[in-house]
């Protein structure tokens, strides 16, 4: 429960009015000359009744004359609670933020005003206190645009190393024109004439520039990166009705400017292409190298069917179909046989007819989601709740709005995944029992605190129960993890934080520890443990400068290994590795070369054209391994040609050029890789979710899949000569051949026939390096080369099969791919084997380019699991589960370390669209890795799902948050994100206009973002109002919606006591 404290003091000047809302306690330590607002969460039921023993946790905002804020202050914030942690503001003659402040930590403050002095930043480091502020400056015109940023830090100040961005308008011949004619076809029109659009050119700390072009109805038309001569343009097409019908990736437009026509084949095999109904809705959308995905929509506007590629190769009458209860929520998804063939016409034609519109035919359904109570239905019992001590008995039979039950089917089979969900009287989750064919029924009970910390958690396996215990600071730090297995078994973690909230360590009972440490910026630098020593160089250390984020070189250490290793990297001008130098000792020159991984070209879209890789070739020889031509049919590989005569020596990865004919590799219309003649690999068979389902090898042996209809992974076989092994997974139970061999937990995992546990130790990508007993012995070591191949050198004796990116590893037969969930990676090829899910989001890469072809700093989330969200508005991938849909937990920690802090405070909400928190764990900025350069957004079609993550979001985090709300590409579109600030997020106009236009054709009409501390709008917000006036604006503050215009920084108010308010707010704005 939090209350609010509001004071402000009369001022002549700004002619404020004076308002008090007291709660009958102040702190004497605030300082009552200033206007301040005051936030007091109590942190149990003691504080409230006035018990002995009660905790507050207080924050403080002082503002000026202006209402601008000039300090934050968390009381007792910094770790064991004697000290403030402090953030200071200053502003330009204009009023807009100039200065903003890193946090500091202050001894015996009170919750004072702290007078500025410059001492206060001495934890950063010496000759840092003077550059410890995000500083931002302004163009000197009437908009008052955004000119430069430049982030904290000595290094990046003495060396005038900031982003700039220029504003202008293009020049003759330097933008073509593309229209859409009648019949939806590409046309190429000439160039747009001089000064027809505006452009901004963004340059970053290292020089990189890129471009965005709009036009007068403010739609991107063009975004372009550079790099010297060469560059990569990316084209978006819009028709007379703005709808998008084309977006020409890097490739395809150079194809289509060197050629000089609009070439078909080039548009199919490299662009994506779009076709709309007269509502404007999205009909028909062609990836690069797919066959095109038809939609059928009811009277509603809700999807009722749809069909791929594959699909209507295997018969033209089988469609997916979708059906609705009355607030537009799933309620039953599958597969139909329709009686008699249609074209998509034509049943288009026939759901306009109907609110529930499903064709006659045969159906499979696939799954029935149950929500709102726990009736049976004529599909879905529901499991009944299972009492245990300690834990809490449901508070409803009755959870509005939330998912109470799901069946799923086992693809290919008639058998189905049960679960049901019981929540407390906060709609958190208490318990989930989940009913598996075979092994029967598993349940987890949570129990949390008054502030929803998770305090500890049962998960029953069969007759064998894991209990976790959690225990928290006030400020919702984590401080210790116990796992206990089956009341016996015990372990410990314990962690440990700076003055400043910052993860500086973790220990693993008594026989493992490891510290970490972080530069000026908040980016990790150190990992200290007696098995593992990893140290990350960005402006320092022996390789080349990057200002941008990126590493410059790595340096390890792992195991009992004599010596450092590691790795100076190099970047083209577009941050994609270009040369991974292997090095050992402190400056990496000795040894040189031996693990060596270069990129020796890229074509326009990163896909790789040559590689080269080094590694142990005998006991004591190295040497190239791996020569690599890579030949290309659009995106999709056809052949790889390997120039090396050397082989890998022992157990590490390399490219196994199994054949020489020139189409090598094969493709289904869905883009999912069907033979790879190279590995062996006659033929693989997709499900309905483009999931592999089995992989068969030339000489008879082969691997098959069993997954959910949600795309869990329940089962794989492994069938080589006569034998057969079997691995099932059951949530975090692995089993082998029937028997339960491992459980896995947020740290390692539980071997079941010693009762032993195990823990991973991590870099900073949480790769795992190091396998640790609880006992403190060394089991396994991993070493890896930057795009996630093992170098011969690691001691791996296969005691575990989870790897790069914490990813399970398939080496039988020479596999040798890593399992991300929706889709598989070859570390020797640096490529997935199907398309992107997301690759619409990232329309100048190639669909099965990884990870930006930047392995060192970027990750792959595989986005249907746990997510956490902190108190700074970072949102992480946690862990892997088998649940339906996503689940989002705040943290309210402030530490900004990335995936190593896997635990999180269990206020939490479901997420039934899969794609929405992943696009959150990525940044979307060219380059910043600064959390006030981070753009952290993602789009849903749900309203439920966008109103349900904006409140909760904003509600749980120190940082402004939007949600914006519209049409693109024809569909009803929401738009929400962070840029981890707390004074700033997007505007509407800069999320279409600026870093290279993340969504370049969404047509805003309302544009909503939180305050965390202020309940008006800024002088920076209305001033974005003023280039957007069609757009309805509003303020989310403390359960009440401000709007505003450019004019009025607060016109009326509108009280949002739900998640219902909210969705109806919106629906009103949409009208």
């Not at 991984?597 to 005998?618: A, F, S």
């Not at 309805?1032 to 709007?1043: C, L």
């Amino acid at each position: 429960m939090k209350t609010i404290e509001m004071k402000r003091t009369l001022s002549i000047l700004c002619l404020l009015s004076f308002s008090l809302f007291m709660n009958g306690q102040q702190a004497t330590g605030y300082t009552k000359t200033r206007n301040y607002t005051a936030e007091r969460t109590y942190m149990d039921a003691s504080s409230q009744t006035g018990s002995g023993g009660a905790r507050i946790v207080s924050d403080i905002v002082y503002t000026d004359c202006f209402g601008r804020k000039e300090q934050e202050i968390q009381v007792g914030g910094s770790p064991g609670g004697n000290a403030d942690l402090v953030l200071s503001y200053t502003y330009n003659m204009m009023g807009q933020v100039e200065k903003e402040y890193l946090p500091y930590a202050k001894t015996g403050n009170n919750g004072a005003f702290d007078k500025f002095s410059p001492e206060r930043w001495s934890v950063y480091g010496t000759g840092e206190q003077a550059y410890a502020y995000n500083l931002t400056q302004y163009e000197d015109s009437p908009l008052m645009r955004v000119s430069r940023k430049m982030g904290p830090g000595k290094a990046w100040h003495t060396s005038d190393k900031s982003v700039r961005v220029t504003y202008g308008m293009n020049s003759t011949n330097e933008v073509r024109c593309y229209k859409v004619s009648s019949s939806g076809s590409l046309i190429a029109s000439g160039f747009y004439g001089a000064g027809k659009l505006e452009v901004i050119v963004e340059t970053d700390e290292d020089g990189h520039r890129s471009k965005t072009y709009t036009d007068s109805n403010e739609r991107t038309l063009l975004t372009v990166s550079v790099n010297g001569e060469d560059s990569l343009a990316t084209y978006y097409v819009y028709d007379d009705r703005n709808c998008l019908r084309y977006v020409l990736p890097p490739e395809a437009s150079h194809r289509l400017a060197e050629a000089g026509t609009t070439d078909i084949s080039v548009l199919h095999s490299l662009a994506y292409s779009y076709e709309y109904d007269k509502l404007n809705r999205m009909i028909s959308k062609r990836l690069p190298g797919c066959a095109p995905i038809y939609m059928v929509y009811d009277r509603r506007d809700r999807l009722v069917l749809s069909q791929d590629g594959t699909r209507r190769t295997a018969d033209t009458k089988k469609w997916s179909y979708f059906l609705y209860d009355s607030h537009d929520r799933v309620i039953e998804s599958g597969e139909i046989l329709l009686s008699a063939e249609q074209t998509c016409g034509e049943l288009q034609l026939a759901a306009w007819e109907s609110e529930h519109y499903l064709p006659s035919g045969t159906r499979t359904p696939l799954q029935y989601t149950v929500y709102d109570n726990y009736k049976p239905t004529e599909n879905v019992t529901a499991h009944p709740f299972v009492a245990a001590v300690g834990y809490d008995t449901p508070y409803t039979l009755y959870p509005s709005g939330l998912t109470t039950s799901t069946k799923t089917r086992l693809l290919g089979t008639d058998d189905w995944l049960t679960e049901t969900i019981y929540y407390d009287d906060r709609s958190r989750v208490i318990q989930t029992l989940c009913h598996y064919p075979e092994k029967g029924l598993r349940y987890r009970h949570t129990a949390y605190d008054f502030t929803g910390n998770v305090l500890r958690k049962q998960d029953n396996i069969g007759t064998d129960i894991l209990e976790t215990v959690y225990t928290y600071d006030d400020r919702a730090r984590l401080l210790t993890k116990a796992n206990t297995w089956n009341g016996r078994f015990t372990d410990k973690i314990t962690y440990v934080y700076d003055a400043l909230g910052r993860l500086t360590g973790r220990n693993y009972g008594d026989k493992v520890s490891e510290s970490l440490s972080y530069n000026i910026r908040g980016w990790l630098t150190g990992i200290e443990s007696q098995h593992f020593s990893q140290t990350l160089h960005y402006v320092d250390g022996v390789g080349v400068p990057c200002y941008n984020g990126n590493i410059s070189s790595m340096i390890w250490h792992s195991g009992s290994e004599a010596g450092l290793r590691g790795y100076k990297f190099t970047y083209d001008g577009f941050s994609r590795l270009k040369d991974a130098i292997y090095g050992e000792g402190e400056q990496l020159s000795n040894n040189l070369n031996r693990f060596n991984e270069q990129v020796t070209g890229y074509d326009k879209n990163g896909n790789i054209l040559g590689l080269l890789r080094y590694g142990q070739t005998n006991t004591m020889s190295y040497g190239l391994i791996d020569n690599l031509n890579l030949v290309y049919n659009g995106n999709q590989l056809e052949s790889v040609n390997d120039n090396a005569t050397g082989h890998v020596f022992g157990n590490g990865m390399e490219f196994k050029d199994g054949a020489s004919k020139e189409i090598e590799y094969e493709y289904d219309v869905n883009g999912n890789l069907t033979k790879d003649l190279n590995k062996k690999i006659a033929d693989i068979q997709y499900n309905c979710l483009n999931l592999p389902e089995k992989v068969q090898f030339e000489g008879g042996n082969s691997i098959s899949y069993l997954y959910a209809a949600d795309g869990t992974k329940l089962r794989t076989t492994y069938k080589t000569g006569n034998a057969t092994t079997i691995t099932d997974y059951c949530g975090n139970a692995i089993y082998e051949n029937g028997v339960l061999i491992k459980v896995l937990t947020e740290d390692g995992y539980i071997t079941v026939s010693n009762n032993q546990f195990h823990y991973f130790i991590q870099d900073h990508q949480g790769n795992n390096r190091v396998v640790v007993a609880q006992n403190g012995t060394v089991e396994e070591v991993n070493d890896y080369y930057p795009f996630g191949g093992l170098l011969s050198s690691s001691l791996s004796n296969n005691v575990q099969p989870y790897k790069y990116n914490g990813k399970e590893l398939n080496r039988d037969n020479g596999l040798d791919w890593y399992d991300y969930g929706a889709r598989m990676y070859d570390a020797s090829l640096g490529r997935w084997h199907a398309v992107d899910p997301s690759g619409e989001k990232y329309p100048a890469l190639g669909l099965y380019a990884y990870c930006k072809n930047s392995p060192i700093i970027r990750i792959d989330p595989d986005g249907k699991d746990d997510y956490v969200v902190n108190a700074n508005g970072a949102v992480y991938l946690m862990r892997k589960t088998d649940r339906i849909v996503d689940v989002l937990y705040a943290s309210g920690i402030n530490s900004s370390q990335k995936a190593t802090q896997p635990d999180p405070n269990w206020k939490s909400i479901r997420v039934f669209d899969k794609s929405m928190l992943q696009g959150l764990t990525a940044s979307k900025g060219e380059k910043g890795r600064d959390y006030w350069d981070r753009k952290l957004y993602t789009t849903t079609n749900s309203v439920y799902n966008a109103a349900n993550v904006f409140l909760f979001v904003a509600d749980n985090t120190s940082v402004e948050w939007t949600l914006k709300g519209g049409y693109m590409d024809g569909k009803r579109t929401f738009i929400l994100g962070t840029n981890n600030n707390r004074n700033r997020v997007s505007s509407m106009y800069g999320l279409t206009k600026v870093q290279e236009a993340l969504f370049p054709t969404f047509i805003p009409i309302i544009d909503i973002h939180s305050h965390p501390y202020n309940p008006f709008a800024s002088p920076e917000d209305m001033d974005n109002a003023r280039l957007l006036r069609d757009i309805r604006y509003g303020i989310y503050y403390k359960d009440n919606i401000i709007n505003y215009t450019d004019q009025n920084n607060s016109t009326y108010s509108i009280k949002v006591n739900s998640m219902n308010d909210l969705m109806r707010y919106i629906f009103q704005q949409l009208r």
